[in-house]
């Protein structure tokens, strides 16, 4: 675990005190203890946590180097990460969907608890059946949020057990889009640092036919 991450555990166990007190039904002072016992407490509390299962949905037609920053985030935080793939997202997508869970699986093969999927139908449905807590989406820009808050309450609405939190990227991909990139490879721009280089050649090939 790096260390940001234990910041992040350590800081998600202390707001799991109060259930673990409930659950054990031991109250604990430590205001007069010391920083091992503190320690001690936090892996304690930790031992007690549920596994944090995120479902990171999207189109991915193709991944961008913006997807990979927020899966590689997504990483750190949550135990097991599924990158799930909106089958038949659009009409007339440019990878199919074999094509675009391959090049995923290509560039997210790195991380051991990532893992590619398909879904098809309503997204809470999908994330019930896989017993995942949150879903993961990520903001670029204020342009984003209308539409990502819309979405994440109406999922509310729909299943009230699943979170839906909010990461960005880094800067650098505030402004990449799949819709942009598959633009400029078509009209013969070039395309390199914004996605992996497996689909740089994937999206040449095709905009070459
Ligand atoms: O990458 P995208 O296109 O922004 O992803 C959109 C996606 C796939 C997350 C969204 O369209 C979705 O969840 N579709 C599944 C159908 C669904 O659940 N619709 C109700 C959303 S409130």
């Not at 430590?30 to 304690?44: C, K, L, P, V």
């Not at 990979?68 to 659009?90: C, H, M, P, Q, Y």
């Not at 914004?194 to 090939?205: M, Q």
Request: with cysteine; proline share 3%.
């Amino acid at each position: 675990m790096s260390k940001a991450c234990h910041r992040i555990a350590a800081g998600a166990a202390e707001q799991s005190s109060i259930e673990v007190e409930r659950e054990t039904g031991a109250t604990r002072d430590f205001s007069q203890r010391g920083t091992n016992d503190r320690i001690e407490w936090r892996a304690d509390a930790l031992a007690t946590m549920k596994t944090a299962l995120a479902i990171y949905p999207g189109s991915f037609d193709p991944v961008t180097n913006g997807h990979l920053d927020l899966i590689e985030r997504g990483t750190k935080i949550f135990d097991r990460l599924v990158v799930a793939v909106l089958r038949n997202s659009e009409k007339d997508p440019m990878f199919t969907t074999a094509e675009r869970v391959e090049m995923l699986r290509e560039a997210t093969k790195q991380w051991e608890n990532v893992e590619v999927d398909v879904f098809d139908g309503l997204l809470v449905q999908y994330a019930r059946q896989r017993k995942a807590q949150v879903i993961l989406r990520g903001i670029r820009a204020i342009s984003d949020y209308e539409y990502e808050l819309q979405m994440a309450l109406m999922n509310r609405k729909l299943e009230p057990h699943i979170e839906t939190v909010f990461m960005m990227p880094a800067e650098a991909y505030s402004y990449l889009s799949s819709r942009l990139v598959r633009e400029i490879s078509n009209l013969g721009g070039t395309i390199s640092g914004l996605v992996p280089p497996t689909v740089e050649a994937r999206l040449k090939s095709k905009s070459q036919k």
